[in-house]
């Protein structure tokens, strides 16, 4: 036997080795990111029409570096719930558009062990031109599924997504929730081993949302690993195993849901959105009365804005009234940072006499034992007439405020009970 054959048998035996030892080792994470950074080019001058484009054809553009990630780095594990929560602009949908291969990273390095199935935009990949039907096939085909295993599963993606009327009709037909419907429902039935989710908890009507969060415990039980983008708290306290907050293009914390939670909170609040005098929106009405100022205050009456659940909390408004009506009636009303609105009351539901009110220049309501789930909150405030189409001033989502609390429960607001023996 030649020495050359005598190096080929020991290099194959070394790889069967080799191969056997990493079989025996799987690798423990989904998804790995070192040092990943992104930076975009922007330019100075905006050419938005053909007599600019001429004008400035020989003229110097000069471009700004925008830095959307800053040496990035976590793993996700195999089987994980791994929610990537931040303000607006802190770098998340471009983080899970380069794990997606839509953007190249500028430096750094993504490892991904197993099949992606991405839910990134609406739309995505979707030819306007196309009957939902062909965009079924064209988007399935993208993701990896052959023309046998879209056939076998066509009536159950057309199902899910509710649009077994209107399948052969083009997609540039379809409004902005059934195109999101079919984008969502051909995603999760490609059965890829991650799923890239982008604000999924925004797509279609509350009935379909609730269809999402069930696809959401099927895949817990499943062990397959989803990596999700969210405003939504609640969410990824109810789902995700672990947690990643970004802030300005970096990660200021990775790790337990809830001291994740409980930093993005702080951090938002830290941000200068308490503001008393935000998002006003008053009608033509406006010279009969003004909010001047609100402020939200503890049961001793000092300004402040983070509670523990259970806390009272007390919302004063000072305001100014220019004209002289027969009726006036106050109010406020309070809403989660999912928007959803957790209580409002007035002058007149409340059957409180106004004239203490007009004399002293503001209104205070109190709220006694307020047991909110751990979150931010905002509160709107109004003047009106006897009904609020006479509306004289109003401020929306104005003065945000925080809740803590180390219980356990699922909703907005805590009841108090017990289990009988």
Not at 196 to 223: P, R, S, W
Not at 336 to 343: A, E, L, P, R, V
């Amino acid at each position: 036997m030649s020495n050359k054959i005598k190096d080929k048998i020991k290099k194959a035996k070394k790889e069967e080795i080799a191969l056997e030892v990493k079989n025996a080792c799987p690798v423990p994470y989904a998804v790995k990111v070192t040092g990943v950074s992104k930076s975009f080019r922007v330019p100075h001058r905006k050419i938005d029409s053909l007599r600019n484009f001429f004008v400035n054809l020989f003229a110097p553009n000069r471009y700004e570096n925008f830095e959307a990630l800053k040496d990035v780095s976590f793993e996700v594990k195999k089987g994980e719930f791994f929610g990537i929560i931040g303000r607006n602009g802190a770098g998340k949908s471009t983080l899970l558009k380069i794990l997606a291969s839509v953007y190249k990273p500028t430096s750094g390095s993504i490892k991904i062990n197993g099949m992606i199935s991405p839910f990134l935009e609406l739309g995505i990949g979707f030819n306007p031109e196309l009957s939902g039907r062909d965009n079924i096939y064209l988007n399935a085909t993208v993701l990896g599924l052959t023309k046998k295993e879209i056939d076998k599963k066509f009536d159950e993606i057309v199902a899910f997504a509710e649009l077994e009327e209107f399948i052969d009709q083009q997609i540039k037909n379809y409004s902005s929730g059934m195109q999101a419907r079919l984008a969502f429902s051909v995603s999760i039935h490609a059965n890829r081993d991650i799923l890239l989710m982008d604000e999924v908890l925004a797509v279609g009507d509350t009935a379909f949302q609730h269809k999402c969060l069930n696809i959401f415990k099927n895949y817990k039980k499943k062990g397959r690993t989803v990596i999700l983008v969210t405003h939504s708290m609640t969410t990824v306290r109810e789902y995700c195993d672990r947690a990643l907050l970004l802030a300005d293009s970096k990660i200021l914390d990775i790790g337990d849901v809830d001291e994740v939670l409980n930093k993005y909170i702080l951090l938002d609040m830290e941000k200068g959105e308490h503001s008393s005098n935000k998002n006003v929106k008053e009608d033509k009405n406006k010279q009969v009365a003004e909010i001047i100022k609100i402020n939200i205050l503890s049961k001793d009456g000092d300004p402040k804005n983070s509670f523990e659940s259970g806390e009272d909390i007390s919302v004063r408004v000072y305001f100014k009234i220019n004209k002289e009506k027969p009726v006036f009636n106050f109010g406020i009303s309070i809403f989660s940072i999912d928007k959803n609105y957790i209580f409002g009351t007035n002058t007149i539901f409340d059957k409180v006499n106004v004239e203490e009110i007009l004399n002293k220049g503001y209104f205070q309501i109190d709220i006694k034992d307020v047991r909110l789930a751990r979150g931010l909150y905002y509160v709107s405030t109004v003047i009106a007439g006897s009904d609020f189409g006479n509306l004289y001033s109003k401020v929306e989502k104005s003065n945000k405020f925080s809740i803590f609390t180390d219980k356990d429960f699922e909703g907005t607001l805590y009841l108090k009970h017990s289990w009988e023996d």
